[in-house]
């Protein structure tokens, strides 16, 4: 198989020593696709054992105990990702580092110890769980960006990253993953992005979209042209799923609401909405308002009451809403029987934000997912901005747009608390066409009769 990235050309020939020709030096940003896949029987080992849940116990016939395999884990409840243990080395470094930020010589020896395993490291899972610890990809709290956006900690995160993206495994989700999943490079791509985006750094995001952008692939199942492979189509638009062929607009403007029928109905039925909305904030903690992507924020606060969410109705949408959900009833799902491809397809929810509260770029899965937004309260001073365009809320006025650009959101002129609610809507340009030629999405197999 062969992946182009831009003037590189790198191959995998699956059995022998990989070969790599460079075409050219002009890349501000190569990405190393090619090295042994012979791995050390002691790599392989690990790899084997920390896969399959080995646990830190007492070294056989020594009584010492090995170093931690985690900085942080599920049982002290600092990771939000169910289905993810984050195995990697430089433990002690990391914790001792942590624990006094301010010591100069432990930062160094932290920093040392990551460099040396981005350099020398060919293990994918090592390369996976070293951009997901750096980056905080995983745990609930920032952590290495808790001061800064743009630090060495973030920078070696993104080089890991940008490494797993030239690793064969990585690549090879070009051939082992259709479209409608969530592959590799787009991921990791998209990643590294926004990291860079939120440190400031826009000329090296800019050089990183145009690497991935401009990628091919020559596989066993799939080939992609150069341009073809992660078919983004503006800076600002990075999306790991990308569905071809649908509509790109930041924001959807009243002349195409007839598609998006859900948005006249909220701002008719506002009254209710509004109505049960402040029953439901005089009680907070009965109305189950929880912490909304608290990794997004590092100052204020965010939360969310969800009303619809994997195709069901919550008990606090029938408990609590239920007028509201009555109403939502009538217009969910917007496409029976098309699946989905992500759990954010269709989503209801509360959300208030608190003064102060400022929340960091980002952006949503896949591009069939549009986000729309009703005002009902505290708007004054709340401010949405979708690929650096800027826009406010009004109450009882819809807003829809495309959740699959760069987009935040903040509360730092707020006079009060701001609540909307948001409704996650699919695409109105998905057709059963969509899905032919494939077997699952990321979220859910195809039906037969569609693929």
Known sequence: SRATFGSVVAYDTWGAQPRAKLTGMRCALV???????????????????????????TIEGTGETPAPYALFTHEAGQLHCDDRTLRHPCVLELKAFLEDKNDTAKRTHALSCVKQVMETSQDYWELKNMTHLLLDLDTKDHVFDKESRDNEFI???IGFAKKLMAHPDCLQEFDTKGELECRCVPLYGKVS???????????????????VRQMGWEG???????????????????PQIWVRGLRSMTIWPRETWKDLPICSLLEEHFPTIQEETARAMADEAASGFED??????EKGEWNRVLLYHGRKFTDECDRIFPKTCALLRQWLPSKPGLPWTSDQNEQVMVIKMKQGTDVETHSGPSNNILNIHLGISGLEGAKLFVANESYHWEEGKVIAWDGSYDHRVHCLDCKETRVIMMVRYMHPDMAPEHYKGHQRTHFEEIPLEMQ
């Open 31 to 57: 990405l190393y696709a090619f090295w042994s896949q012979r791995a050390a029987a002691f790599d392989l080992l690990k790899t084997i054992g920390s896969f399959f849940g080995a646990k830190d116990e």
């Open 155 to 157: 920078t070696a995160g």
């Open 193 to 211: 992005t926004l990291k860079l985006k939120n440190a400031g750094k826009y000329d090296e995001a800019q050089q990183l979209f145009q690497q």
């Open 220 to 238: 066993q199942q799939r080939h992609y042209a150069p341009g073809e492979a992660v078919p983004w189509d503006n800076f600002h638009h990075t």
């Open 292 to 297: 909304a992507y608290r990794f997004l924020y």
